[in-house]
């Protein structure tokens, strides 16, 4: 793990920077997606989320969840198009702050069956770019993350 | 679009409540990579009721008082909880490109806030911040902010409290009992407040927003400069009028329970039972700052002496929100006074604070 100003960056997964979303590449060819450790920084403790149902086409850019955080709610969106084959619905029913605590882990939001994958012209980065734009980003933003949920 | 260009200065005329909040939805969503930065001053010219983007309406809203009156219900995409709005309250919507505002949901309430703060300061009334998202006077709430995403364009929105109608916003909303209701309104009167009452009669909405963009542009360090909406966040507003009138948009919350109802960041007021041996036992209770604040009894059971429930009324007021605390004043009642309440113990009425303050209120 890679951590910068208090942010997780882990090496291993692919970002959209500007959008705060990790994917993770699974064996079966779906991708898992979540919120980085900057957005739920950013967004603050989560409330309610209203996930896309599984079977949902969601085009590139458009939202797989909405969030609500206790001061704010937005979209969370994907970078790549797909088809919604399962969402983190129930773990978050039973603990609605897990993706402020484990955000690359057990408190990711949706898997997606991409339309194409890799997909083309997304500017998904990962390992070391991934690493560098993260900082670059998070200096921007003078950002320093905490998990919410403490 | 940099942040050192102007801020367009949208100050339009009163307009219809389904219009007061589609219009800022549409500048957020049709903000471009080279449109403005936007501040926006609206009233509805008719009362209405908006919910949060999660709340169940049904759940939240005694709907059929609200079509009976002819109040609309409205979602917004913005959180939080519902609230009954009218001409009294003057709408200060941020529409700004995300990295033109700081980065944290934080510290741009704690930027936006501060512009509220200064206007009701130039004005005389003494309000401050209260983190997160409060605006206090003398530990009243004066007003309510809120934010979201929607798109490129961060979100943050809020209101100059001119007036308010506590009475209607109690009635709006659906609640367990009328007991209950009163409570509400009662919490609402004691813990809000507006430029009526703190001034007796609210200055000219002109003063108020020529003091207000000047507060904005001393905070923000931008000038400010009137602008008109553009043909495209028109169209898009037009369209969201119609989605926001759907059954299908008023029914689209995805079930957020909220603990009792929120009067400010730290009081709200909840409503319990508890189904003891003895009978049944209600609690409203009123928390404010994780202590009981107000707390009324009734309920089934028979009781000698008779004011067992007025006088553990008066025996939990104050009490820290913590189990043992409060079984701990119910315990030294029972130890002082030894009363006969067949089937209900101390733990029972424990149950039923718990039930109070700790569950989603149902109607």
Redesign the interface.
Known sequence: MTAYRGCDIPPDLLYDVVRDVWIRPMPDGSITLGMTDAAQ????KV????FKKPGRHIDAGQSCA?I????????FPTPVGGTVIETNEATFAADVLIANRDPYGAGWISRLQPDIWPAPDTGLVTGDEAISRYQARID????SCFRCAD | MTDTQAIRLLDLSPVAPLRSQSIYHAVGYALGPDSPDTIMLVSPNAPYVSI???QDAAREVDLEYCAAHGFPVIRR???GGAVYLDGNQLFTQWIFHA?HL?????KR?AQYIETIVRTYRALGIAAEYRP??DIHVNGRKIGGT?????DRAEVVVGSLMFDFDTATMAKVLRVPSEKFRDKVRQSLDDYMTTMRRELGEPPPRADAVATYLAACAEVLGRTIVPGELRADELALAEQFDARFATKAWLE?????HRLGVKIHEGVRVGEGSHKAPGGLIRCIATVRDDRLDDIAFSGDFTALPATVPSDLDVALIGCELSEEAILARIVDYYGRVAPEIPGISPNDWLAAVLQATTTPVTA
């Open positions: 920084t950013r967004a603050g409330l309610h989320i209203l909405t609500e955080s206790a001061k704010w709610a937005g979209p921007e933003l003078d950002l | 949060g983007r999660h995409e913005v959180g990295e700081p980065a944290t949901v934080e309430f997160i998202n809120g934010a979201a995403r929607m689209d919350g995805g079930g957020l």
